[in-house]
């Protein structure tokens, strides 16, 4: 634990990208007080470009890091590629939010500064959150990217919707924070460690400890305790059911920037925290019998949440009249699907996930952005508001078309290939056929989903054509075009994203 | 005293804590019973570490749950008071402009 000075250098050298980020959002706080911005672009270039440096200094760890062993910085966060490809997945995400902060026709622009600042800060609070096999460590990230979450959520102060989302967004965040760590606390005593490569026995840790192997075969009653606490943490920054019920509320009441940055950011983060959890502590890696028979358990477990979270948020997304909230509510669907390749439990069913992951973020993103330039001309959100509007700004509604369908799950958009893996690692030989009743499920959901999605085309296209115009906004028209093209090519051009995402997973154990 | 004695009163603190949550109808106790449970696990970090031996992870976590606790306060009341000057009230029953 303690350690020398040199090797405090060489842990400073390998968190470099986190002291960029680090260094940028300060410096954004005092370029914003020294400049005084009404325009908010020079600040959001200038996070953009932090955010840059930060992939490109993450990607030069990342060809550096595949070896078999880890380094890991202070002791405490591991650099390995599993971590790089979330942190990397982060900054590509905020880079979009951000320039959709810039664009956000309805975004007063006093203390701009500020919105940059926290959702930096967001990001640190993902770094540490998913670069990391010690729980204190997680539980500091997940608290950081919290808090961030909440001020961003009540970021417009004068407005009530967004300062009532702010409160609903800190209670259920606060409960389910305090769940996580009691059940944590609970992991402690029954194993004397917060290191999960400790738990998992792959590493030796100080002072008495003992493996989870051990603390399921002595009190397996308490560890399904501390299981179910720490898994409940997980589920609300996933928003999955029965832990979902902050995020139609606060998706709708939040700034739309930042109801884009929970749905993806935020969301892959909860995802990569619990990946790397359930991967260290059951997975492979020498694991005992009882921890793998215990680890099936728990995949059963999440296979019922799976199924239950996506009918409740596709049911509920067919009922709304707000575009926003039905992108909430199919968000919460999403986080269903992607359980489904967690609830697998085995190398391939991550690795699909971590795929979805990657598609979620092409087509999710230019949803948002559509429903951002179009709420932005309307000043509202309703299906009406968008009746006709599909023959003034085409390019805009056929990209947004095209990310429909692609949430859908329907060729040749890449969610028909994130689903494609996700079924099959669920029909895995290995799990002799076990969650087919889950596969079934994520089918029937996927064409219940169409239902509602196909409705907002609707609405753009086949509506009387509106009185409104609407003015150009070719930045973001741009943006959205990109991203609905990557949407259909990263289909036909999937293999290197594949053997990418596998390359980040394979290591994470050594 | 043994580790039991330290284990019942952190569940009786949690416990109380969650009851405080979904019975009351008002923020700031709501933000009590969030403060409880986080003391709740505080008092089973200290107990562990304390009986069942081991370095000094146990006794960390107390430090960083104390300024945790703080961070969130700090946090949660300043969007409680705005929420107070939009709504005049501290109910969330009373503000409820968003639901389906």
Not at chain 1, 74 to 86: E, H, N, Q
Request: net charge neutral; charged share 15%.
């Amino acid at each position: 634990m303690f350690l020398t000075g040199d090797i405090h250098a060489k842990s400073l050298g390998l968190l470099a990208p986190e002291l960029v980020l680090v260094a940028v959002s300060l410096l954004i706080l005092v370029l914003d007080l020294v400049w005084k911005e009404r325009d908010s672009s020079r600040l959001g270039w200038i996070s953009i470009g932090g955010l840059a440096l930060t992939s490109f200094l993450l990607l030069l760890a990342f060809g550096r890091s595949g070896g078999p062993e880890h380094e890991t910085a202070f002791a405490l966060v591991t650099i390995d590629r599993f971590g790089i490809f979330f942190k990397l997945f982060t900054c590509a995400a905020l880079a979009v939010v951000i320039f959709f902060v810039m664009q956000d026709r309805r975004e007063r622009k006093s203390h701009i500064g500020e919105y940059y600042f926290l959702l930096l800060g967001a990001a640190i609070g993902i770094f540490f959150m998913v670069g990391t096999n010690n729980l204190l460590l997680l539980v500091l990230g997940l608290e950081l990217l919290s808090l961030a979450s909440y001020s961003l959520a009540g970021f417009h102060k004068a407005e009530r919707r967004s300062a009532e989302a702010a409160m609903k967004y800190v209670i259920f965040g606060g409960l389910s924070a305090g769940v996580m760590v009691y059940g944590i606390s609970l992991l402690y005593g029954l194993t004397g460690t917060l290191d999960l490569r400790v738990m998992a026995g792959v590493a030796q840790g100080e002072g008495v400890t003992r493996s989870l192997a051990q603390a399921i075969t002595e009190s397996p009653g308490a560890v399904a305790i501390a299981m179910v606490m720490i898994l409940g943490g997980f589920s609300y920054k996933m928003s999955v059911a029965p832990f979902h019920f902050w995020a139609p509320d606060v998706y709708e009441g939040a700034p739309t920037p930042v109801t884009t940055f929970l749905a993806v950011g935020s969301k892959a983060a909860g995802f990569g925290a619990l990946l790397r959890f359930l991967a260290v502590l059951f997975q492979d890696g020498g694991a005992a019998e009882a921890v793998r028979a215990y680890g099936l358990q728990v995949g059963s477990l999440l296979a019922l949440l799976a199924a239950v979270t996506m009918t409740i948020g596709n049911l509920a997304a067919m009922r709304q009249e707000s575009v926003k909230r039905m992108l909430a509510y199919s968000s919460v669907a999403h986080a269903g699907y992607l359980l489904v390749g967690v609830a697998a439990m085995t190398s391939e069913g991550f690795e699909a996930a971590m795929f979805y992951l990657v598609a979620y973020y092409l087509m999710n993103l230019g949803a948002f952005g559509v429903l951002l330039y179009f709420s932005g001309e309307t000043g509202e959100e309703t299906f009406d508001s968008l009746d006709g509007l599909g023959y003034k700004a085409p390019l805009i509604s056929v990209a947004m078309v095209v990310f429909l369908i692609s949430l859908t799950g329907l060729p040749p958009m890449i969610g028909f290939l994130g689903k494609w893996k996700l079924i099959q690692a669920a029909m895995d030989p290995a799990l002799d056929g076990r969650l087919l009743w889950l596969v079934i499920c994520l089918v029937l959901n996927s064409v219940v989903s169409l239902y509602y999605y196909l409705r907002v085309a609707k609405h753009l296209f086949l509506k009387q054509p509106a009185e409104r115009s609407v003015r150009p906004a070719p930045a973001l028209t741009g943006l959205l075009v990109v991203l609905a093209v990557l949407n259909v090519l990263l289909l036909a051009y999937a293999r290197p994203l594949v053997e990418w995402t596998s390359a980040s997973f394979d290591l994470i154990l050594r | 005293m043994g580790l039991s004695a330290y284990l019942t009163v952190s569940i009786l603190l949690f416990t109380l804590g969650v009851i405080c949550i979904i019975s009351r109808r008002n923020v700031l106790y709501v933000l009590m019973g969030i403060e409880m449970i986080l003391n709740a696990s505080s008092i089973n970090f200290a107990a562990f570490n304390r009986f069942n031996g081991g370095g000094l992870e146990g006794r960390m976590f107390v430090i960083f749950i104390i300024i945790l606790a703080a961070a969130e306060a700090a946090v949660a009341l300043a969007i409680v008071l705005n929420v107070f000057h939009l709504f005049h009230s501290v109910k969330p029953s009373e503000a409820d402009l968003l639901r389906e």
